[in-house]
Every structure is written in structure tokens, then in C-alpha cells.
């Protein structure tokens, strides 16, 4: 106890600065092809990958009078104002988008600060652009780190609302479930110290390594969901022990029984958390770091501070009683031997039930987060569209090919622009292209030979248009190429046109793609790539700790594949929400026609564990029966029958507390969040209560083969 008011006394020193040190999403991967060409562009162009964009949207009174530039409200002095900035390097025209875009104006602007410092300059850039911004206009922030800016404020406000809603409820819901007070209290505050002394230590971390801002709410969701659900099943087995025994040996036996089942549990949970570290992208690693540790305090807590809390209590574990709740068979004695006797009717309709359930997956399409992830209401998300309204969504996004020279000579001799020349006039051609920005269409009265004896001399080049976009284009050895399609970023059409250009070859040039329809591409194709390995890695550990436990081959199969079941049928219920749109009223969001690829990634680590929770819970009170009676019928009862009323209880305080999440703003929280919940319920009524006793009736003895393990003779061994 002396040892956890230490942790705890660190963890609240630094979890209020937890969110200071952390800054970003990082949903992409950053060693893939399009990072390394945006590497390039910034080292031999100046293009800033992270630039933030100011959108300027005159009013409709200007629009509809038909007004010329000249008679717009001016917005030139606010540039200004916007350039002296300590903060910023140079606000300028984006290189990389076209000049015109009818009635909103756009500018780019570049900032000098160090990463920590990134979000003040945001919040001096948007509280300059509130108060100066003329009459007549509406002015907008956006880009990457303006998006990961609002993201963070958003979470937070988020994470707060979350709380407020789910620590209420799921307090009143443990005095329903003990009628005690004193051992209501005891989860909620074990999992408020969990999430304490995890986010000290994720701060700690986030000194050496970057963590994504999503972590916090990860570490929030599952330290206050597993922090409850561990000490609940502990609290619940010692007031069951204390009835036939004196304190001392009800609290052995609580950890000899209920401790065991706890350390396999979150061991299974930690393992499909960690296979988070296969994937490098920050905010999978983030995750997986985040969620392990925070699982891995709560059985540390379970094992060590709640036994010592239960020794110290006793008796008063029941103190400030409510009400006696009611004992004996109850509801799930009578309801799993009916199970039983009609257990292939039963698998069958379970069965059935879950496979229509999936079938929404079947439809999914897959994508990687962007601003549409940010509710409506965000300023980054509203700069967006208001652009893409005015230049089309491709332009918005455009398609970056870095141009260099294999031998160092100049990009502009005249064997390269003849060659750039031509490729350029078939890119125009193409119906998929929107527009291509580059030195070689600058003026459609220009030919080949007008343009290989403009650039024999840059210095020389006479029309200043002409120099200024050669100096913003280009530099020795390397040109940029700009390439718009008429899709947004995430749609199919624009990620062949990208694999297509990865696979063109010019004649003495190197082509790099970049841009963020290629950076999503490489994020969606290493994670296709790494995502059967951490599949196999999370089957394979799990298997070898399930059987270390039940001593027995058959148990952990099953498991994993009745897991596999109630995740799938999780994923088709989000296909069937955030994809397809359904029920988007309700949750307040604007479906965006895919999924993003992180979601199921991140759903299926932390689901496998934590919907083993209640399969390990189960298994174990069936296979304590068992080794005592050797009776696989009535193991199968007594264990649902002493398990069922606290597996149900935990699992709706998990749907009370992961289902609070599903309210948030940020698409990616809410569905992580419903997804958790919708699995849980699953798994908690179809799988557990039906699937498990039915099955394990059909194979009968079958269940507990396992000819190359010594036999335990008991659970505890």
C-alpha cells in the first residue's frame, strides 16, 4: 500500500503534463517513398510538407455584385501583420497549388519554431487571424499541424465530457451490483489510480519518443475499463470467500482463484496490445505502448494493492450497504442447462446471427484519417472545404513528383526538358488529371524549343512570371511536378493514378512520388504488410499462455476462434455505421465513405484481449468445476452459473465506459469506442453465454485434450 501511494504521488505529478509533450496524431508512416520525396522537396526546394494554409472567403454580398479583386476588403495588411510574426519564416503563395481560386484567397505560411512550440504559434496565428481578419471576410486555419492542434483541444474537452458521464453511471451501477458502497467505491478508485501513476509514465516516455495525442484517451478508455473490470472479479470472489472462511484465507483464496484468471486475462490483453510495436506508424506504436502499460498497472494493482486493500477491510468490504442483492441459482443455472439440451439449435442460431452481423465487412473500403475526422465545427476541417469548394478536392491535396537528375546535371538542360516536355503533354491528357503545375506548361503558346531556350540560361530568363516560377520549381539537379486529380486523395482512383506514376521511368530521371494521397498509400500498404504477422503473433502467444492455463489444446483454439467471431461481427457493425452512414444523426458525424485503415488495426489488438477477459473468467470457474468433479456437463453449469451474474455486470460497466466514448468528436475516438462496446456486448450475451456452454457440451471431454502437458490436478496447480 506504501509502495502504490509513492506511484501514485509521482503519477499525479506528471500526468497534468502529460498533454504538454505530446503534439501529434501520427497516422502516417514517415519512411515510406512520399515522406522521403517531401524530405527532398524541403532540402532542395524550400517546400514546406507542414506549412499551414490560410484561407481567406470573401462574403457573398462581394460575390454576388460580381466584384473584381480591387474592391475586395484588403487583406494585404493582415499578411502583414501575419509575416512579423516571431513565429513564422514567410507567408507566400503555395507552390504546389494553383494561382486561382475565384473568391477565396489562400496563402501559405511557414513557421520557424521548435515542434514543442508549434501549438502556441497555432494559437497566436488563430487569435491574430479573430481579431485583425477585415470586414467581409471569413478567415481560416488549416493544415497538419493545425489539424492535430484542434484534434488535441478537442480530446481534451472530449476525454472530460467522457468521464463526467461514465464514472457517475458506472458507480451506481457497482452499488446495484454489490449493494454496498464501500465495495462500489473500490474498482472505481483502483482504476482512477491505474490511469494516474500509466499517464506519469507515458510522460516520462514521451521525453525520449513521440507519442501520439490519442494515447490519452486510450489509456483513459482501458485503464478505467480493465482497471474496473480486474478489481470487480477480485472483490466479487473475496465476498464470496468470506461467507466459509476468516479473512486471511479468503484473501489467499481470492488470488489463488480470481488472481490467476486476472493474470492470464491481462496477459492476453497486453500481448494483442503489444503486437501494436510491429506496425511503424507513431500512432499504432502509441497505443500499443499506452494500452499495455495501462492494462499491465491494473493487474499489478488487482495482484498487489487490492489484496492488501481486501486484507485490511475484511468485513467492512460490505459497509454503507444499500440493499442485500439476491444469491443463489437465479437466472443462469436453469438458463445454461437449456443451452445445453439444445446446443445445436443454439451454436446454429449464434451462428447465423454473427455471420449477418459481418456481412457489412465484406463491403469495406479502407483510408487513412484526415481532416474529415475533425467535426464540422473545427476551423482546419472548414478551411478544407471551403477550398476544395473553390479549387475541387484534388487540387487541395495535389500529387507531388520530385524530378531529379541520375548523373547531378541540370533538370533544365534541354535533353531533360524535351523528355519532362513530353510527359507533361501526356499527363495533361490523361481524363483523371485535374491540372499538372510545372515548368513545362506554364503558357500554352509556349513550345519545346521555346522552353529549352528559355532554360538554357536561367539566369538570363527574361519574362519575370517565368523566373519566378523557376526559382519556386526548381533547383540544379531537381524540379517539382504538381499533379491534381479530379478525385479527393482518398479515393481509388487517385491511389492508382499514384502507383502508376511510382512505376513510370524517364530516361536519365529519377521520379519520387509524394503528397498525401502517396503517404496515405504507403501507411494503408505497410500496414497490409505487417498486419498477418501481428495477427500470427497475437494467435501464437495467446495459444501457448490459454494452454499453459487450461492445460488443454482444444480451450485455446476454441477461444481465439469464438474471439475472432464477436470482433468480425464488430467490424461489420462499424462497416454498417461509419462507412454506410447509418445512424449518423444519433452520433453527430458525417460519414465519409471509408473506414480509416488504423481502426481495425487498433480494434483487433485491443479487442482480442479484452473480449478473452470473459472467456478466461468463464473457462476458469468451468475448469476449477471440472478438475473437481470431473464432470464436463456440470463443470459447464456451475461455471456459468457462478460466473454469469459478475461477467454480465462487468461487461456493461466496460459498455458504460467505452460506449461514453462513441459521444466524442473525433470519428476515429467514437468509433474506437463503439466498436469496443458493440464487441463487448456481443461477446458478453452470444458468444459466452451461448456459444461457449453449447459448444463445450458437443465435444464433451474433447474440451480438455491436451496429451502433451502433465495434467494439473487443480485450477490454482
Not at 534 to 540: R, T
Request: a negative charge.
Amino acid at each position: 500500500m506504501a509502495l502504490w501511494v509513492v506511484l501514485l504521488g509521482l503519477g499525479g505529478l506528471f500526468a497534468p503534463r502529460l498533454e504538454s509533450v505530446l503534439h501529434g496524431t501520427g497516422t502516417t508512416y514517415e519512411r515510406g517513398e512520399a515522406a522521403q520525396t517531401d524530405r527532398l522537396l524541403a532540402d532542395r526546394l524550400g517546400l514546406d510538407a507542414d506549412a499551414l494554409t490560410v484561407v481567406f472567403e470573401y462574403a457573398d454580398g462581394d460575390r454576388a455584385s460580381g466584384s473584381v479583386a480591387d474592391q475586395r476588403p484588403d487583406i494585404q495588411p493582415l499578411l502583414s501583420q501575419l509575416a512579423v510574426l516571431p513565429a513564422v519564416e514567410s507567408v507566400s503563395q503555395p507552390a504546389a497549388l494553383p494561382g486561382e481560386a475565384g473568391d477565396v484567397d489562400y496563402r501559405s505560411i511557414s513557421l520557424r519554431v521548435a515542434e514543442g512550440d508549434t501549438n502556441t504559434a497555432i494559437a497566436t496565428l488563430l487569435t491574430l487571424l479573430q481579431e485583425e481578419t477585415p470586414a467581409g471576410v471569413t478567415s481560416y486555419l488549416t493544415g497538419k499541424a493545425v489539424v492535430d492542434y484542434e484534434a488535441q483541444e478537442i480530446s481534451k474537452r472530449d476525454l472530460v465530457r467522457a468521464e463526467a458521464l461514465s464514472l457517475p453511471l458506472t458507480l451506481i451501477a457497482l452499488v446495484f451490483i454489490f449493494g454496498s458502497v464501500v465495495a462500489a467505491l473500490l474498482p472505481v478508485v483502483m482504476a482512477v489510480a491505474t490511469v494516474t501513476v500509466t499517464s506519469g509514465l507515458i510522460y516520462a516516455i514521451a521525453q525520449f519518443s513521440e507519442v501520439s495525442i490519442f494515447a490519452v484517451t486510450l489509456t483513459t478508455m482501458l485503464g478505467l475499463g480493465v482497471g474496473i473490470d480486474f478489481t470487480l472479479v477480485m472483490v466479487s470472489r473475496f465476498r464470496e470467500e468470506l461467507v466459509h472462511r476468516p479473512v486471511p484465507e479468503a484473501v489467499t483464496e481470492t488470488m489463488a482463484t480470481a488472481g490467476e484468471a486476472v493474470f492470464y486475462s491481462g496477459l492476453t490483453t497486453c500481448i494483442g496490445l503489444l503486437s501494436l510495436l510491429l506496425f511503424p506508424v507513431v500512432l499504432l506504436r502509441s497505443l500499443g505502448v499506452a494500452g499495455s502499460l495501462v492494462v499491465l498497472m491494473s493487474v499489478l494493482a488487482a495482484l498487489t494493492l487490492v489484496p492488501a486493500l481486501l486484507g485490511v477491510l475484511g468485513h467492512q468490504i460490505n459497509r454503507w450497504r444499500v440493499f442485500t442483492p439476491r444469491e443463489g441459482v437465479g437466472f443462469w443455472g436453469p438458463f445454461s442447462r437449456r443451452v445445453i439440451r439444445y446446443r445445436v439449435v443454439a451454436i446454429a442460431a449464434v451462428v447465423a446471427i454473427i455471420l449477418v452481423l459481418m456481412s457489412p465487412f465484406w463491403q469495406a473500403q479502407w483510408g487513412l484519417g484526415d481532416v474529415n475526422a475533425l467535426p464540422a465545427s473545427a476551423q482546419a476541417r472548414q478551411g478544407v472545404e471551403v477550398l476544395e469548394e473553390a479549387i475541387s478536392a484534388g487540387r487541395t491535396a495535389p500529387i507531388l513528383v520530385a524530378v531529379t537528375t541520375e548523373t547531378g546535371d541540370r533538370v533544365l538542360a534541354p535533353d531533360s526538358v524535351e523528355t519532362l516536355y513530353t510527359w507533361v503533354e501526356s499527363l495533361t491528357t490523361d481524363a483523371r488529371i485535374a491540372s499538372v503545375q510545372s515548368l513545362f506548361n506554364l503558357d500554352p503558346t509556349f513550345d519545346l524549343t521555346t522552353y529549352q531556350q528559355l532554360y538554357r540560361t536561367p539566369s538570363r530568363i527574361p519574362p519575370e512570371s517565368v523566373a519566378a516560377a523557376v526559382a519556386r520549381l526548381s533547383a540544379d539537379d531537381t524540379t517539382l511536378i504538381s499533379i491534381s486529380s479530379r478525385a479527393d486523395s482518398n479515393s481509388p482512383q487517385s491511389r492508382q493514378l499514384v502507383r502508376e506514376l511510382r512505376q513510370k521511368s524517364l530516361p536519365g530521371l529519377t521520379l519520387s512520388v509524394g503528397g498525401t494521397t502517396a503517404k496515405s498509400l504507403d501507411t494503408i500498404d505497410v500496414i497490409g504488410q505487417r498486419a498477418p504477422l501481428a495477427i500470427a503473433a497475437i494467435f501464437l502467444v495467446t495459444f501457448v499462455s490459454l494452454t499453459q492455463l487450461f492445460n488443454s489444446v482444444v480451450m485455446p483454439l476454441k477461444a481465439i476462434f469464438l474471439n475472432v467471431m464477436s470482433i468480425g461481427a464488430s467490424f461489420g457493425a462499424l462497416v454498417f455505421i461509419f462507412q454506410q452512414g447509418h445512424f449518423q444523426n444519433l452520433l453527430n458525424f458525417t460519414p465519409v465513405g471509408y473506414l480509416d485503415i488504423l481502426l481495425p488495426i487498433v480494434l483487433f489488438c485491443v479487442l482480442f484481449g479484452l473480449s478473452m477477459d470473459y472467456e478466461v473468467f468463464l473457462l476458469a470457474r468451468i475448469k476449477e468445476a471440472y478438475d473437481r468433479t470431473g464432470n464436463n456437463t456440470d463443470a459447464i453449469v456451475e461455471g456459468l452459473e457462478c460466473t454469469g451474474r459478475i461477467i454480465t455486470s462487468s461487461a456493461l460497466l466496460t459498455i458504460i465506459v467505452t460506449a461514453s466514448f462513441a459521444f466524442t468528436s473525433i470519428i476515429f475516438v467514437k468509433a474506437l469506442g463503439l466498436g469496443i462496446a458493440i464487441s463487448v456486448l456481443i461477446d458478453s450475451t452470444l458468444i459466452r453465454a451461448v456459444l461457449v456452454p453449447a459448444s463445450m457440451r458437443l465435444m464433451g471431454r474433447w474440451n480438455w485434450w491436451c496429451p502433451a502437458l502433465r495434467k494439473r490436478q487443480s485450477f490454482s496447480g
